[in-house]
C-alpha cells in the first residue's frame, strides 16, 4: 500500500517565487529548505510516486518531504501525510472552500500564493503591499507604481 498522496489542487509555476516562499518560511523560523534534484522522504524508500523530484521541499522536523513533479503546467506536489507528520510543520486550519489536502501544506501554498502575486505585481508595474490579518492570512494591497 501506497501512502503517497498527490496534492495537484494549487500548481507551482513560478520557480523564483517558490524559492523565495520557502526563505521567507526559513525567515520567519521554520526549518526548511529547497533542494533542486533529490528524492523526498517517505515511508518507504522506494514509495510509488515518490522517486527523484526536480524540487524537494525538506522539511527536517517531518520524518517526510514534499516532492514536486512536473507535469503539464507546472509541477504538483507529491508526499506522504502518514501520521500528520507533513501538517505538523507545514498545516494550517481549512478555511470554508479550501480542501483539507490543500490545508496540510497551507502555509506553503499562502507563502508561495503571496510571492508569486507580488512577483507578478511588479512584472506589471504595479506595487504591492502586504497586509498581514489577526488570523495569520495576508491580503495583498496593489497600487500603480509612481
Known sequence: MSHTTTVSDIMI?????LRS???ELKRRGMNIQLRENATPRAYSQGQTGMGQAPFVVNIPDSKYDVGLYKVEGGYEARTDFYMGEVEKVLGVTPKKGE?????????????????????????Q???????????????LQITVAA
Open 13 to 17: 509555476t513560478d520557480v523564483a517565487a
Open 125 to 139: 508595474g504595479y506595487s504591492p503591499r502586504r497586509v498581514e490579518m489577526a488570523d495569520g492570512t495576508m491580503q
Open 99 to 123: 480542501s483539507a489536502t490543500q490545508a496540510k501544506m497551507g502555509k506553503l501554498y499562502q507563502m508561495y500564493g503571496v510571492h508569486a502575486a507580488e512577483q507578478q505585481a511588479f512584472r
Open 21 to 23: 516562499a520557502v526563505e
